[in-house]
């Protein structure tokens, strides 16, 4: 079968690889629709293996070279003997976490923080950007009848996203700052207006991606922050010239951090969204101050599925808008990782389809 695999930096290769075979009791074998590619996916293009194993994976045994994919949406084709949750035939959207179910965090239900967590499509023997794929039946989340098959693939960056403003504590009548309009930041931006933010400015000095997010959300005050002072943006807006609520930092560099701090009032909250490559020099004597509250966020709660599939069925979380193409395997390379790694480029998310 066909599949898209990484080997080391800038070598990505379609292939074609020996399909999945015997399947344990909890094995459910699927066949993938649609697959996004994400920004860790770049990162291990760029600069990998990162997170993808050199060395067999502590829980999954996984190593390179790794078949590629965890944002995707599939159909179910064989389930293990012990599978109960899903059927053949089944739509489902791929929660890709695979992590213990009895150490310290699983027995508590928090299976994104334990510390041998795999991903499917990162740490797994299989991804999403290949004609079929082995997950456990954990991984497999049905989806309403009503959600296309790329909304079903755009639920896990969309977890990325709704789990920072549920961090945040966005809540009705809010005043929010986005701070980078990449994917997780465009979807950020649709996730707090989702939960009810009033006030949504997004900073983002890419002149194509300024104009992406005002297209999809029109609501939101895009600020240049090159050519304009943010912190002045954000106090002219707020009332009394406070500062935002809640700041979601969705780059991972130091001034977006740094930025984020300074924008939000006294008592606001700072929510690490974008994951930062370095260490980050930041003024605590600020934050103390102004009494904020910091938090820091890594995937998400995996049981989120349902209630994001919801969101987007009923058209109040429009996670679609922020595909700006749709490719070929056979094109993944040239029309996809290296499209999205050109500073000048005109995508957000690209959807693969094998």
Request: hydrophobic content about 45%; overall charge negative.
């Amino acid at each position: 079968m066909r599949a898209v695999r990484f080997h080391a930096a800038r070598d990505i290769r379609v292939e074609d690889v020996p399909p999945p075979e015997s399947l344990a009791p909890d094995d459910v074998l699927v066949e993938p629709f649609c697959c996004g590619i994400c920004g860790t996916d770049l990162h291990e293009f760029i600069a990998g293996p990162i997170v993808t194993p050199a060395e067999p994976h502590i829980y999954t045994g996984a190593t390179n070279p790794q078949i590629l994919g965890h944002e995707f949406s599939a159909r179910v084709a064989r389930v293990g003997d012990a599978v109960e949750n899903v059927a053949v035939g089944d739509r489902v959207s791929v929660q890709p976490l695979v992590a213990p179910r009895h150490d310290y965090y699983g027995k508590r239900g928090i299976y994104h923080l334990s510390p041998q967590l795999g991903c499917v499509g990162l740490s797994w023997d299989w991804g999403g950007m290949a004609e079929q794929a082995v997950i456990k039946d954990y991984n497999a989340q049905p989806v309403p009848d009503n959600l296309t098959d790329e909304q079903g693939a755009m639920i896990e960056p969309a977890a990325v996203a709704m789990y920072g403003v549920d961090r945040g504590g966005v809540e009705a009548g809010s005043t929010v700052l986005v701070s980078g309009a990449g994917p997780i930041g465009a979807l950020t931006v649709l996730a707090a207006k989702a939960a009810g933010a009033a006030l949504i400015i997004v900073s983002e000095p890419n002149p194509s991606r300024r104009r992406i997010l005002s297209e999809i959300a029109p609501y939101a005050v895009v600020v240049d922050p090159t050519s304009q002072n943010l912190q002045e943006v954000v106090q002219d807006l707020t009332e009394e010239g406070v500062g935002a609520d809640v700041a979601l930092e969705c780059v991972g560099l130091e001034a977006s951090l740094n930025a984020c701090a300074e924008a939000v009032r006294r008592q606001g909250k700072v929510v690490q969204v974008g994951l930062h490559m370095k260490a980050a020099s930041v003024d605590a004597m600020l934050w103390a101050l102004k009494d904020i509250t910091v938090e820091a966020t890594w995937c998400y709660p995996v049981q989120v599925w349902p209630r994001i599939a919801r969101l987007i069925a009923s058209g109040t979380f429009p996670v679609e808008k922020v595909i700006t193409a749709r490719i070929d395997a056979a094109d993944v390379v040239s029309k996809g990782f290296e499209a999205l790694c050109d500073p000048a480029g005109n995508h957000l998310k690209i959807v693969v389809r094998t």
